[in-house]
């Protein structure tokens, strides 16, 4: 188990060796690095190229922004991040666009409210890919040119400007997804050319179980990899002994909760969900719509008909506990059924393979199909990692011994841990190079628009 040590920054391993979190102790050369930078900035703009001029300003709720403004706050970081800090070369569209593109960082200066971005019209869409492809030079020229000495903080930085950037391409599916729903139901395009092909199971197999035997484990990044600050320090704690669902719950399991008065049965829902669930009026995932007695889907790729083997998607954490609490009173074999903790969640998936991507190859981002997937295979534990994230019971708080980013990076975890629900495995939107068992995704319980899922769990007698 790791301990933090009162020197800020540095922590100290079983074996007394003290090291600095990932973030900030890798220096990866200079080449590496320059061509992993390039690599993802380019696939932002990739993302944008289907796009019409109109989408790129589109924003239907506080909580999805437009995409001209993703496209700007991403460089904006590294603007503040790496060139300022660093003394890269400045432009005066720095200034310009600081109010704008400045998300929720207080210590960087006033910015625009949050429900305000899709009310903007400028800087346009022509000035912010401007501004995007002068960043870029800017820090290319400072990767070549800053001295040896210094070269492992910028390293650093530049990683978080990475991870940060794949953060807000997977933001960027779901955000298109949302607004391009909003069109007229004879007027949708979808963002893809043609609705993702279901992948296809020889024939469905019922839920099972998998136990897992009680024991203190430890928990956290642990590696030379890179890493969030929120998944450190590497400690230990204790997990009773437990069961976890062998793959997610499915659309078609799904619709034999909303059958049986799932959405009507306040019984099922903690108070604030049903809150929740009555002012929006919140009758089955968000983008299904039932059509002549049958159920469809919103897609990436436009309507299609729903597929009852792939798993649900675009529940809130309201919903999938009450889908949790509904499973344990109407099934025997999963009575008192419920949502798994985090560390549930990391103890079962420590068991699958080192690497995620080698466990799921199908998963993870394909720019071609871009939704989640049904359960293949006979493996212990399916659906485990890239297809949809799953909702835990565990609240977003601090490991013991956190410490987070220094400077204003510190607001980029830190202060958000606070009425917020822990959610992992990644999904069909995630970067599979930005993805890690230990991979701390989080969101308010109300929270749709991303591609979350269930996965249940079970206490099991000692």
Known sequence: MDVALDQPGLFQNQQGEQYAPA????????????????AVRAASLEMCRPLSVEAFRIQPSEEISPPWWNLGHTSWFFVRNVLQPFGGAQEPADDDFDYVLNSYYASLGERVARARRGSLSRPTTAQIYAYRASVDCRVEELMLALDEPRWADLAAA????????????????????????QNPPRLRCGYLASPPVPA??????????VEFADGLFEFGHTGAGWCWDNELPRHAYYLRSFALADRLVSNGEYLGFISDGGYRRQSLWLDNGWSVAQQHGWQSPMYWERVDGQWWAWTLGGMRQLELDEPVCHVSFYEADAFARWSGETFDAQRGARLPSEREWEHAAAQIADDPADAAPEAFLDPCRLHPAAALGHERLRQ???VVWQWTASHYEPYPGYL???GALAEYNSK???????LRGG???????????TYRNFWPSPTRFQFSGIRLAQDLED
């Open 158 to 181: 530049i990683m978080i400007g990475l991870n940060h950037e794949q953060q807000h391409q997977e933001l960027f599916y779901t955000e298109i997804k949302s607004i391009l729903a």
């Open 23 to 38: 973030a900030n102790r890798l220096a990866p050369p200079r080449t590496a690095l320059l061509t992993r930078f390039r």
């Open 404 to 406: 987070p980013f220094a």
């Open 200 to 209: 296809r199971q020889a024939s469905a197999e019922a839920l099972r179980l």
């Open 416 to 422: 958000f841990m606070d009425n917020q629900r822990i």
């Open 427 to 437: 999904s069909c939107a995630t970067p599979r190079d930005h993805f890690r068992r």
């Open 384 to 386: 485990m990692f890239g």
